[in-house]
């Protein structure tokens, strides 16, 4: 197809708050033939961040902030009923979550190659599970077949009326809607030779090295800073983290007061264990130290975990609880669903929102989210019910994210 032929054509990128993944998009998008196509990025953002913005400023690539309501789709509800301001005209859309790539430099080609006549939805992948849908992270769709489509309400909101509208809604969800206006949706090629890739799939294809060959190396810098306050005591926190599946951590361990009896030098030299002294002691649990350690020292973190010197983080803790924020990119906080507790004679715990069945050691949360609401009690014992109530008041109860598995043990 001759470019001049094409239909006026956008591509969409959805983008929530991993800034890396924009990064790299645009890296790609620079890479790629992109016959007349414009790239537009919708930025649902809780606190407006100019990062993003000077991001796309530096391609050339329009950047549209919106209120964080509805996730992906309520944005997608907003572009086909024409009212996000500042979103350019279209004839023909490829809307696109962040953690979807490019596989192929021709891969706009390659999409509008597949929407042939009859063809409604050309998409990356049409999934067999709940129910034979079209997985939203990357299809594309014409205009009038947007205009005609219909969603559970309006505005949508929550996750469930996203869940509706994508693969729950019977003969209202997205595949079945266009297959009632008498047209077929089609994948562009077998997941194996997709020309996109979904990084975030939980049953995505090992594609990334295939894909760095092509664009560059991928960089995925999600850091999980823990902040462990010590005393005296050889801090066994070591060993559960150095057993991590997940690599990209820091361990700060931060004695209380001068370290008098040279715990310090028993700690592995390995780069991602820091170790230092307060100039006093303070006392209290620790918890100053919490409080100045999330002010100063998470600023190049993605997460951030606090515990304590004694105890045991099995070895995917940080892996299951980072792929809970994959599960869920609006949550501010990840937890595990169990963990066994000294103050219950080890008895297993089903973790929930309440004080006595929260443990900080338990809980991932996002390093901007944790900064933002910082650790405000510092005298009482459980002061880290407060820093849960803090972020519960400021975010709500439904960013919290529970991910299965006993993961913890609190000594």
């Known amino acids: 197809m ?23 998009w645009l890296k790609c998008w620079d890479q790629c033939e992109q016959a007349g196509a414009q790239l537009v990025v919708i930025h649902n953002q809780d606190e407006p961040d100019d990062t993003y913005r000077q991001a796309c400023e530096e391609h050339g690539v329009i950047y549209i902030p919106r209120p964080n309501l509805g996730f992906d789709i309520g944005a997608f509800q907003d572009v086909c009923m024409d009212r996000l301001p500042g ?13 979807t790539f490019p596989m192929s430099k021709d891969f706009l080609a390659r999409f509008h190659e597949a929407m042939k006549p009859g063809v409604g939805i050309a998409c990356m992948e049409v999934s067999p599970y709940v129910t034979r849908h079209v997985r939203t992270t990357g299809f594309m769709l014409d205009r009038l077949t947007a205009k005609r489509l219909t969603f559970p309400v309006d505005p949508v909101r929550t996750k469930q009326q996203c869940y509706l509208f994508e693969h729950r809604g019977r003969k209202k969800i997205l595949h079945n809607q266009v297959i009632s206006m008498g047209m077929d949706c089609v994948m562009v090629a077998p997941r194996e030779t997709s020309p996109m890739w979904d990084i975030g799939y939980h049953r995505r294809l090992p594609r990334r090295a295939e894909h760095e060959a092509i664009f560059g190396k991928l960089e995925v810098p999600d850091k999980v800073v823990v902040i462990c306050a010590i005393f ?17 951590w820091e361990l700060l361990l931060i004695h209380d007061g001068p370290d008098t009896k040279n715990v310090g030098q028993l700690v592995p030299a390995d780069p ?28 190049k973190a993605d997460f951030v975990v606090i515990t304590n010197a004694d105890n045991y983080h099995t070895p995917v803790f940080l892996e299951y609880l980072h792929k809970g924020f994959l599960e869920r990119p609006d949550a501010v906080a990840v937890y595990c669903g169990q963990m066994v507790h000294s103050y219950k004679a080890w008895q297993v715990i089903d973790c929930r929102l309440e004080q006595g069945f929260l443990d900080c050691a338990g809980v991932m949360v996002r390093a901007s989210a944790a900064r933002m609401v910082g650790w405000n009690d510092i005298t009482t014992h459980s002061a880290d019910w407060t820093y849960f109530s803090d972020l519960i008041e400021k975010f709500g109860p439904h960013r919290f994210h529970k991910v299965a598995g006993c993961l913890l043990t609190h000594n």
Not at 6 to 22: A, D, F, K, M
Not at 234 to 247: A, K, N
Not at 288 to 297: S, T
């Open 2 to 24: 001759n470019e001049r032929d094409l239909p006026q054509t956008v591509i969409s990128i959805i983008v929530y708050n991993r800034l890396h993944h924009l990064q790299h």
């Open 87 to 99: 979103f350019p005209p279209w004839e023909r859309l490829l809307w696109v979550t962040d953690d």
């Open 272 to 299: 991602r264990i820091k170790f230092s002294c307060t100039p006093k002691r303070g006392g209290c649990w620790g918890h100053y130290i919490r409080q100045v350690a999330l002010e100063c020292c998470t600023e």
């Open 232 to 248: 005296e005591n050889y801090p066994q926190i070591v060993s559960s983290m150095l057993t991590q599946t997940h690599p990209n």
